[in-house]
T-cell receptor, first 117, second 113 residues
Framework: AQSVTQLDSQVPVFEEAPVELRCNYSSSVSVYLFWYVQYPNQGLQLLLKYLSGSTLVKGINGFEAEFNKSQTSFHLRKPSVHISDTAEYFCAVSAQVDQTGANNLFFGTGTRLTVIP | KAGVTQTPRYLIKTRGQQVTLSCSPISGHRSVSWYQQTPGQGLQFLFEYFSETQRNKGNFPGRFSGRQFSNSRSEMNVSTLELGDSALYLC????????????FGNGTRLTVT
């Protein structure tokens, strides 16, 4: 089975500063990786996904993430954050081997990003 | 293309009552999953339905049940409500392939008093 660890439960950062939200996963098989964002009183929205190919993935709202297989990490980065980036961010992993299409998505516990003016 | 629609957005119930939540997936999506989100437990997987059949199930008591209709719309039911059932219930749909992401609705906020 897969698992996801988001080491930082809360990350405060000043406006226009860079940010990195960390995500590590554990799996014995190849995986697909996702980052979701949740704004207050809303559902989760897909930020970006890694399926294959280039290890640097670009998403919406200026976010990007880098897949590092040797370190089993998929950290999310943004060079300059805005107040509107304040939200909860979830990393998720699913196994490639499961071709049934069944939902085998495992979520991390989330990182609350707070952008300080 | 319309997104995932969940109704109602807010619900207040009393302990012991039962509740039914509804989810309409994105057109063409045949898989519907349900999650419970609470501050203490985070996102917890309830179950997944595909072609009107429960395909996957999380670790929740039998008071939590669901179903899916032929048009892929789904409902979940919670019977004999407990205070601890207060949560945001999220529905997500997908194309049901390993690389297809989940698309979430805005959730139903259930408060049990």
């Amino acid at each position: 089975a897969q698992s996801v660890t988001q080491l930082d439960s809360q990350v405060p950062v000043f406006e226009e500063a860079p940010v990195e939200l960390r995500c590590n996963y554990s799996s014995s098989v190849s995986v697909y990786l996702f980052w979701y964002v949740q704004y207050p009183n809303q559902g989760l929205q897909l930020l970006l996904k890694y399926l294959s190919g280039s290890t640097l993935v670009k998403g919406i709202n200026g976010f990007e993430a880098e897949f590092n297989k040797s370190q089993t990490s998929f950290h999310l980065r943004k060079p300059s954050v805005h107040i509107s980036d304040t939200a909860e961010y979830f990393c998720a992993v699913s196994a490639q081997v499961d071709q049934t299409g069944a939902n085998n998505l495992f979520f991390g516990t989330g990182t609350r990003l707070t952008v300080i003016p | 293309k319309a997104g995932v629609t969940q109704t109602p957005r807010y619900l207040i119930k009393t302990r012991g009552q039962q509740v039914t939540l509804s989810c309409s997936p994105i057109s063409g999506h045949r898989s519907v999953s349900w999650y419970q989100q609470t501050p203490g437990q985070g996102l917890q997987f309830l179950f997944e339905y595909f072609s009107e059949t429960q395909r996957n199930k999380g670790n929740f008591p039998g008071r939590f049940s669901g179903r899916q209709f032929s048009n892929s719309r789904s409902e979940m039911n919670v019977s004999t409500l407990e205070l601890g059932d207060s949560a945001l219930y999220l529905c997500a749909s997908s194309r049901s392939s390993p690389d297809s992401p989940l698309h979430f609705g805005n959730g139903t906020r259930l408060t049990v008093t």
